[in-house]
């Protein structure tokens, strides 16, 4: 859909800062940030981890997941959002890299993805309601599963 009204432009800025927001929080280890990113009663599909139901559990299982690491980058492209009324559908690329600690600090664990999202406008502003990644790539071993 062309960006043809200031609000349907508006809605795709906006849907892109709470998917920036959601890389920036976590390699930054702000986990209330998430609040700004996911509903209350968002579902994260994590394929190959999990289904995590509830904002909560999806800030737990990344802090579980990321607080293992010494220091992480997810880098977002190639955004496609559709926006129709209060609801939306999101994709973007995902590139992520993870470096270990210890006894794998000379390490990088690499994920290529893709995050396909439903969001929906909130009193707040658009939130996600529903997130799968999908994997499409990964390499390397950080020791997470020790």
Not at 89 to 105: K, N, Q, R, V
């Amino acid at each position: 859909m062309a960006l043809t009204t200031p609000q349907n432009f508006a809605d795709h800025l906006e849907i892109q800062h709470v998917l920036n927001l959601y890389a920036s929080a976590i390699d930054k280890h702000q986990w209330p940030k998430l609040e700004q990113v996911f509903t209350e009663d968002a579902v994260a599909d994590f394929t190959g981890i999990g289904i995590f139901e509830g904002r909560q559990a999806i800030s737990d299982v990344i802090e579980s997941f990321l607080t293992k690491c010494a220091v992480t980058q997810h880098l977002l492209g190639n955004y496609n959002i559709e926006v129709e009324g209060d609801k939306a559908t999101a994709t973007c690329y995902l590139s992520a890299m993870h470096a270990g600690m210890g006894d794998y600090e000379n390490e990088i664990f690499t994920v290529w993805g893709e995050y396909s999202d439903r969001l929906e406008r909130t009193a707040e502003g658009w939130r996600i309601v529903h997130r799968t990644l999908t994997t499409l790539h990964g390499s390397g071993d950080i020791g997470l599963n020790d």
